[in-house]
């Protein structure tokens, strides 16, 4: 059964540091992996999606890494800011999305 | 439509209450998938639709729990004889593909369902 481990489970940064989120799953069998954010309250918004054959993906401040073989992927945010503050999840998809647990951020002005 | 549509956004219902869940994919998906997420946990996959292949269970938690799909289009999610546990925010999401494909997930808002 696919497992999913997200660290820090929380973090608080103050504005401009540049910060990485982890995420690791236990069965390298998988189509793609997406990185989303979750807002008080609100649904999911997907931010990056990196097929299984990729190593990386870039949207303006974000990047993320794909290490299907040891099983991690990494969620870099460049120059943080206050609205970035929200719930990181990490998905790992087979057939459904298989989620793990989230990090809270907290980017302090 | 622009996204993939939920309703309600909130029900609250009474233990022991059947309810419905409503949720309108992003229109030419051919794939659907419902998600829950309890307070203070992760999000837990319940169902998948693919095209008119029989749907994935696989993660329903009990009988008490059904979900149909007409075609490609909407999908209505059952909950029959509800308890305090199935409190929580029921995540509809859907994709272009699924089988042998690397397609995005795209999610609704959500109904957060409240068991009294």
């Known amino acids: 059964k696919q497992e999913v481990t997200q660290i820090p489970a929380a973090l608080s940064v103050p504005e401009g540091e540049n910060l990485v989120l982890n995420c690791s799953f236990t069965d390298s069998a998988i189509y793609n992996l997406q990185w989303f954010r979750q807002d008080p309250g609100k649904g999911l918004t997907s931010l990056l999606l990196i097929q299984s054959s990729q190593r990386e993906q870039t949207s303006g401040r974000l990047n993320a890494s794909l290490d299907k073989s040891s099983g991690r992927s990494t969620l870099y945010i460049a120059a943080s800011q206050p609205g970035d503050s929200a719930t990181y999840l990490c998905?790992?998809?087979?057939?459904?999305?298989?989620f793990g647990s989230g990090t809270r951020l907290q980017v302090q002005p | 439509g622009a996204g993939v549509s939920q309703s309600p956004s909130n029900k609250v219902t009474e233990k022991g209450k059947d309810v419905e869940l409503r949720c309108d994919p992003i229109?030419?998906?051919?794939?659907l998938y419902w998600y829950r997420q309890r307070l203070g946990q992760g999000l837990e996959f319940l169902i998948y639709?693919?095209?008119?292949?029989?749907?994935?269970k696989s993660g329903l938690p009990s009988d008490r729990f059904s979900a149909e799909r007409t075609g490609e289009s909407v999908s209505t999610l059952t909950i029959q004889r509800t308890q305090q546990e199935d409190s929580a925010v029921y995540l509809c999401?859907?994709?272009?593909?699924?089988?042998?494909?690397?397609?995005?997930?795209?999610f609704g808002p959500g109904t957060r369902l409240t068991v009294t």
């Open positions: 229109s030419g998906h051919t794939a």
């Open positions: 639709f693919q095209g008119n292949s029989a749907p994935d």
């Open positions: 998905a790992v998809r087979r057939r459904a999305l298989t």
């Open positions: 999401a859907s994709s272009l593909g699924s089988s042998g494909s690397s397609y995005e997930q795209y």
